[in-house]
């Protein structure tokens, strides 16, 4: 941790340049790696003025804690009926496996939020996992397993909603089927209810990276786009000018400092800076 914390401090960040934000999601290896096995996409955005974010393993891993938890919650009652060889029946006590699920869950989060805070990453939360198959079972039933699950909705979705990113972007290798052949069948339907969402689809393959890049970067124009009305939408309500905010932030070394969260309000992070300067100026 001391090692962590001392390169930490040395990193020199500026996020009064303002960048449309990207989230990563998909077949869980292509959105985590960085290299061929996704054309360099991460270097890729950054190189055309983009911030990435991505889902964490940790969300996965609690994706997977959900499922076991809910699973168990449906065959609570039907005990008598679930004989299988993977089943509950007399074999496995199906309340005390949802109990374990979620014990686990909250032991996996207080550790998480304890090395969290021990390296200077405060304000940041892991996903609620309850709410995000809520929110994504009216579009894609929650018994509808494989793969990512319901993920890609429910992130997609949230992330409307809330103004968490500029731009949506769901990569996987071809033939990924849960992704292909079922998620990106349901997200029209997200992005024809909700126009202000920018969303892309990209595979990997052997011999469309042209092709790859290409559709990225149409839809990373609007992002661009989408950063800028952030930007305007900001300054407009909190007064300030860009000049300022940057100018308030060379003497408070905190709003730069490369773990730090800024409240959420746009999904551009230089418009959420706008808005935490506003209301350190303001005294909130």
Same mark, same amino acid.
């Given at each position: 941790?001391?090692?962590?914390?001392?390169?930490?401090?040395?990193?020199?960040?500026?996020?009064?340049?303002?960048?449309?934000?990207?989230?990563?999601?998909?077949?869980?290896? @292509?959105?985590?790696?960085?290299?061929?096995? *996704?054309?360099?996409?991460? $270097?890729?955005?950054?190189?055309?003025?983009?911030?990435?974010?991505?889902?964490?393993?940790?969300?996965?891993?609690?994706?997977?804690?959900?499922?076991?938890?809910?699973?168990?919650? $449906?065959?609570?009652?039907?005990?008598?009926?679930?004989?299988?060889?993977? !089943?509950? !029946?007399?074999?496995? *006590?199906?309340?005390?496996?949802?109990?374990?699920?979620?014990?686990?869950?909250?032991?996996?989060?207080?550790?998480?939020?304890?090395?969290?805070?021990?390296?200077?990453?405060?304000?940041?939360?892991?996903?609620?996992?309850?709410?995000?198959?809520?929110?994504?079972?009216?579009?894609?039933?929650?018994?509808? !397993? !494989?793969?990512?699950?319901?993920?890609?909705?429910?992130?997609?979705?949230?992330?409307?909603?809330?103004?968490?990113?500029?731009?949506?972007?769901?990569?996987?290798?071809?033939?990924?089927?849960?992704? +292909?052949?079922?998620?990106?069948?349901?997200?029209?339907?997200?992005?024809?209810?909700?126009?202000?969402?920018?969303?892309?689809?990209?595979?990997? *393959?052997?011999?469309?990276? @042209? +092709?790859?890049?290409? $559709?990225?970067?149409?839809?990373?124009?609007?992002?661009?786009?989408?950063?800028?009305?952030?930007?305007?939408?900001?300054?407009?309500?909190?007064?300030?000018?860009?000049?300022?905010?940057?100018?308030?932030?060379?003497?408070?070394?905190?709003?730069?400092?490369?773990?730090?969260?800024?409240?959420?309000?746009?999904?551009?992070?230089?418009? *959420?800076?706008?808005?935490?300067?506003?209301?350190?100026? @303001?005294?909130?």
């Amino acid at each position: 941790v001391g090692s962590e914390m001392c390169i930490r401090d040395r990193l020199k960040v500026d996020r009064t340049d303002p960048r449309p934000r990207v989230l990563i999601q998909g077949e869980f290896w @292509a959105k985590t790696t960085e290299g061929e096995g *996704n054309y360099n996409l991460f $270097r890729f955005l950054e190189s055309e003025g983009a911030e990435v974010v991505t889902e964490s393993v940790s969300d996965w891993l609690l994706h997977q804690v959900w499922r076991a938890k809910w699973s168990a919650e $449906r065959r609570e009652s039907l005990v008598q009926h679930d004989e299988g060889g993977s !089943g509950m !029946g007399e074999q496995r *006590n199906p309340t005390r496996a949802k109990w374990t699920m979620m014990a686990v869950d909250r032991i996996f989060r207080a550790v998480f939020y304890t090395y969290a805070r021990a390296l200077g990453l405060k304000g940041y939360r892991l996903t609620d996992h309850d709410a995000l198959a809520e929110l994504s079972n009216q579009y894609m039933d929650s018994h509808l !397993g !494989g793969g990512e699950d319901h993920m890609e909705i429910g992130h997609h979705l949230h992330t409307v909603k809330h103004r968490l990113a500029n731009m949506v972007l769901s990569v996987k290798p071809f033939t990924c089927l849960s992704s +292909n052949g079922v998620s990106d069948g349901i997200q029209p339907v997200i992005t024809e209810l909700y126009p202000q969402s920018v969303f892309v689809s990209v595979e990997t *393959n052997g011999d469309a990276p @042209a +092709n790859f890049y290409s $559709r990225v970067q149409m839809q990373l124009f609007k992002a661009k786009k989408s950063a800028q009305r952030d930007m305007a939408e900001a300054l407009a309500q909190t007064g300030l000018t860009l000049g300022e905010v940057r100018a308030y932030a060379a003497t408070h070394p905190s709003l730069n400092h490369p773990l730090h969260v800024y409240p959420q309000h746009f999904g551009c992070v230089t418009a *959420n800076m706008v808005m935490e300067v506003f209301a350190r100026r @303001a005294g909130r």
